[in-house]
């Protein structure tokens, strides 16, 4: 199993020390990584993930270990065995003194509920400041099991290991937690990072089809902002990209990682550049708040909204129709949804005139939590590639780029 590794160092200021980042090469191996000949007097461990990771064959050696109290061996035999019934949601595991909490799987758990569920595990087995939450699992478990981490006893260590692309090429990184409420995106959160990330780039081979799209919604997003080179890869090597190719796989991940602890490093709490980052997300959150959370996935979501702030940035002379119609080509050469009124809004809502679907995305986007004046939009724009700008836009020409005519 070969690693390397990268150390994300955090300004002095900043409150935080420094996030290692270990990318593995190969078939996943958690029972190495998390027990070793040499755990004797290490603190406690929470594990969380989901009812979907838990069953996955890359991790069923790791799982394996864990056993449930009043069920027996956790051993489920990829869900077959008599043991699959302590996989369930709530359920809470046992090896010798680390715990695996399971919760469900899915955005709609993304809830403050979820994130108590964690404290109180940790709290109902005594856990002190001194151990440590693990999230193994997509965006959503790293986000919560981080915010449950900022929160527990002020403050406790946690740990990743991302098992989607879009949890190692974006949500891992960089501290922010969170989890939605009222069906908003990520309402209530914190700044908390990892302090160590284990990135296993063969995760992406288990992933369904639309998790791994989703995921590299966001790749995309990061070569539009910070790297010319791999934009030009997500162009011209679409096929093997598609195909899940491990050595570019690996390439695309590590790169994406360095791009945005880069920035992290440079400003950790979002108060400057940072908020580059935020590309497609205005619309992209507006999106998943007017269909229903779960309707579509983040990157799916945020992909149809870099097609839209292209448009915006068109509308308000920031950048040429080339750039814009470059950045709409790409993203539907992967199958994402470029077209200005989103068609999982047409699909959930048939009967729906086209002008409230525009009004709910745009009432869900004026609570969008980076805007900081309630009278406008803040949004993340393009003037060209790697050449961004922070904005404000009028409620008209977002409808416009929404597709509202008669304005």
Known sequence: MDSN????????????DKTCIYFYSGSPNLNKVFFSENDSGKQPRLFVTDTSIARLDSIKDFIALFECDANGSANTDNGSSNGSGCLKEGSVLKYGSDYLLVLGAGEKFKTIDSVLTIVRAALERNFTR??????????????????????FKRGIKVEFVPTTVLSMVDAS??????????????MIGSFWPASKLYVWSNFALSLPENEYISGLAEA???AFLFDK?????????KDAIMKRDNAILEKI??????????????DPRENGRRAFLNLGHTFGHGLEAAAGLGCITHGEAVAWGIGRAADLSLLMGLCSKEFAQKTKDIIASYGYDSGQYPKVLSKAFPD???????????????????????????????KGECDTIITTAKDSDIEKV??????
């Not at 929404?402 to 304005?407: A, D, P």
Request: a positive charge.
């Open 5 to 16: 590794e990268f150390i994300l160092k955090y300004a002095e200021d900043s409150g935080f």
């Open 130 to 151: 001194n151990c440590t939450f693990v999230a193994i699992g997509g965006g959503v478990l790293s986000d919560m099991t981080a915010f449950a981490a900022s929160i």
């Open 173 to 186: 990184v960089g501290g922010k937690t969170g989890c939605d409420i009222e069906g908003y995106k990520n």
């Open 220 to 222: 995309i997003k990061t």
């Open 229 to 237: 080179e791999m934009l030009t890869l997500f162009e011209e090597e």
């Open 253 to 266: 991940i590590g790169a994406c990682v360095r791009a945005k602890a880069k920035i992290v490093q440079e």
């Open 352 to 382: 729906e005139e086209k002008s409230l679907g525009i009004k709910r995305i745009l009432q869900a986007m004026k609570k969008d939590k980076k805007n900081t004046n309630l009278s406008q939009i803040r949004l993340t724009l393009q």
């Open 402 to 407: 929404l597709g509202k005519t008669g304005i």
